[in-house]
């Protein structure tokens, strides 16, 4: 694959939050990762949600659509958010995630972290993801956001559900693209769901969920 004129012929390093299984890298690149790369190592299910992760990192702007050539680098192109209904949340998550830090920050040294902070933030992430509060759930499900990169399924993240809706979304009889399970579970109260479907994940029976019924 020819590279853009403008690419450097050394290769570009890049900084990721984390890296899924079959990245592609051009010759010469370095992709460099915080919280996991799945290429090195088996895959973690108590992190396996992306949505999550763009619901913690949300922005006022929409997805990168691009780059321009920029002061001899490159910038990125922002579309408009697509759903504006969006933007008090993300101000007030942001200014949730200011205070934490103004409260948490002073009561950490440097030296307590280990690999730069990423060994601390995965732990706190897979507790947010697998482990939620009730009202951590009910906060954040509502919050709407896509499935899929083109943004043309926008829909809440963890909508309230009971056992008969869960089933039937895991047997595929009901689509939807993508959602935070544990969220939904925990938010509706079904703690017996929650229990099994941690342990579902800690089996890895997902690997042959994807593998062999869901076929990706």
Not at 25 to 52: K, M, P, Q, T, V
Not at 102 to 127: E, H, K, M, Q
Request: contains cysteine; proline residues 5%; hydrophobic residues 40%.
């Amino acid at each position: 694959m020819r590279r853009h004129w403008g690419w450097p012929r050394s290769g570009v390093t890049a900084f990721y939050l984390g890296l899924n299984r079959g990245h592609h890298l051009f010759g010469g690149d370095l992709a460099i990762s915080f919280l996991f790369d799945w290429n090195r190592s088996g895959i973690d299910y108590r992190l396996y949600n992306f949505l999550c992760f763009e619901l913690l990192l949300s922005a006022r702007d929409g997805r990168t659509a691009g780059y321009r050539d920029a002061a001899g680098g490159y910038a990125p192109i922002l579309i408009d958010n697509p759903c504006p209904d969006n933007l008090w949340a993300v101000d007030i998550h942001h200014q949730s995630v200011r205070r934490y830090i103004g409260y948490v920050a002073p009561l950490i040294s440097p030296d307590d972290l280990d690999d730069n902070g990423s060994t601390l933030c995965r732990r706190l992430a897979a507790a947010f993801i697998s482990h939620p509060a009730r009202e951590e759930a009910s906060v954040y499900g509502d919050f709407t956001i896509a499935g899929e990169m083109g943004e043309r399924d926008m829909q809440r993240l963890a909508p309230p559900m009971d056992y008969m809706e869960l089933a039937l979304i895991a047997l595929k009889k009901r689509k939807i693209r993508g959602f935070w399970p544990q969220g939904s579970m925990a938010r509706s109260n079904m703690r017996g769901a929650e229990r099994a479907y941690r342990c579902f994940l800690d089996l890895k029976l997902l690997d042959i969920l994807r593998k062999f019924f869901l076929k990706y």
